[in-house]
């Protein structure tokens, strides 16, 4: 293998790595989300919080079943390009569902995955963070409007309280979109240079190596020989 295989073997040695580092922390994430079904329900119970019990056994059962999901294809699962979207995919999901429920607060959350997604340095797949944790916003928020509505005045339920705050909550995925983007970009054109940079080194050296080998078996014009 030349210097510039070995260089360009050792970036995607590095995707994977880090790709795999970063799926760990997804799994790490969702094994901490576990407290929140047991937060909101003590809270609860105290009177601190309006949430139903029904609610948080549902929260704590999707939690723990989302940790263990994660957790087990980390460790048995070798596709990490799969894992990488499975975890997108779960955490998003479990703060849309939290987000059902209007006692909970669901702000900055929204814009957990997309963040800790240009991690994974892939623009593509920060898009598709992002793409899902708006899906994951947009729909559990009619069901929270309904229950706000309690199920009544579904008209003014529609365009008196989700239009709006869809379109409140769109503006700021728009910056969180933008941001994300931007920051998954830098990373993946940063990559790019260093990838660049090592083959023309790689170049250089070669040039260098093959002008010194030139001159090495260069013949003495006095005497023919070396």
């Known amino acids: 293998m030349n210097k510039l295989a070995y260089e360009n073997q050792s970036l995607i040695d590095f995707r994977k ?3 795999a580092k970063i799926n760990k922390l997804f799994a790490t994430i969702l094994w901490y989300s576990n407290i929140v079904g047991v937060f909101l329900m003590i809270f609860s119970l105290i009177g601190f919080f309006d949430t139903s019990i029904k609610f948080c056994i549902i929260v704590e059962i999707l939690s723990l079943s989302f940790s263990l999901i994660q957790s087990l294809t980390t460790k048995y699962v070798k596709n990490q390009r799969y894992l990488m979207f499975q975890g997108i995919v779960l955490i998003s999901s479990l703060i849309g ?3 059902i429920n209007n006692t909970v607060g669901i702000y900055i959350s929204y814009g957990l995955v997309s963040f800790i997604s240009c991690l994974y340095l892939e ?3 920060t898009v598709f963070a992002v793409s899902y944790s708006y899906f994951c916003m947009a729909i559990p928020l009619f069901f929270r409007g309904m229950n706000v509505y309690q199920g ?3 008209k003014d339920m529609i365009f008196v309280y989700y239009i ?10 728009a910056f969180v979109f933008l941001f994300a983007k931007s920051i998954s970009k830098q990373f993946s054109i940063t990559i790019g240079q260093i990838k ?3 083959e023309k080194i790689s170049k250089i050296q070669d040039k260098l190596i093959t002008a010194f080998a030139d001159t ?9 020989t070396h």
């Not at 709006?164 to 995925?173: D, N, S, V």
């Not at 090495?216 to 023919?224: C, L, Q, R, S």
Request: net charge negative.
């Open 152 to 154: 009544q005045n579904i």
């Open 164 to 173: 709006p705050t869809l379109l409140g909550y769109t503006l700021e995925f």
């Open 196 to 198: 660049e940079k090592s």
């Open 17 to 19: 790595e880090n790709t």
């Open 123 to 125: 623009e593509k797949v």
């Open 216 to 224: 090495a078996e260069m013949n003495d014009p006095t005497t023919g």
């Open 97 to 99: 569902f939290l987000s």
